[in-house]
């Protein structure tokens, strides 16, 4: 995932733009407690991993969730609040989205989806998030 998160800070640094900076360890704690509340992770290293490089990701209609409440696009708290007000979406955790996609961990099946936007099919599916993300990045670098 570093790789393509590298590509993607060289291509926006080309056009005088910055991706945000990587996670506080005092802001991964917020995140991790929320996380903790909601959905009984004790721990997420894969999202720790993504945090650390890059805190959030908006970039060519993909959007990777961090914690940036003043960003809420990317903001992972406010989005899951958007996203998990119906019943049939509580049981995912929403990590991201694109124009056409969202990028979740299904609670109920312990795995990573990719789910078809507005229906909510699942049209793919993954052992963890560094391969969801991975493939979510290589989609939208051009």
Not at 6 to 32: A, D, M, V
Not at 43 to 51: I, K, Q, R, T
Not at 57 to 70: A, D, H, K, T, V
Request: no cysteine; hydrophobic share 35%.
């Amino acid at each position: 995932m570093g790789y393509y998160i590298s590509r993607i800070r060289t291509i926006e640094q080309e056009f005088g733009n910055e991706i945000p900076n990587p996670i506080s360890k005092s802001e991964y704690e917020n995140i991790l407690k929320w996380l903790k509340e909601n959905f009984g992770f004790d721990e997420f290293n894969d999202y720790y991993n993504f945090l650390s490089q890059v805190n959030g990701l908006s970039f060519n209609g993909l959007y990777l969730y961090g914690f940036q409440p003043e960003h809420p696009n990317i903001d992972l708290i406010n989005s899951n609040i958007i996203w998990r007000e119906h019943n049939w979406t509580k049981k995912f955790l929403f990590l991201g989205d694109d124009e056409i996609s969202f990028y979740v961990w299904n609670s109920e099946e312990e795995s990573f989806q990719i789910l078809d936007k507005p229906g909510g099919d699942v049209m793919e599916e993954y052992e963890n998030l560094n391969e969801i993300f991975e493939e979510a990045l290589k989609i939208a670098i051009p």
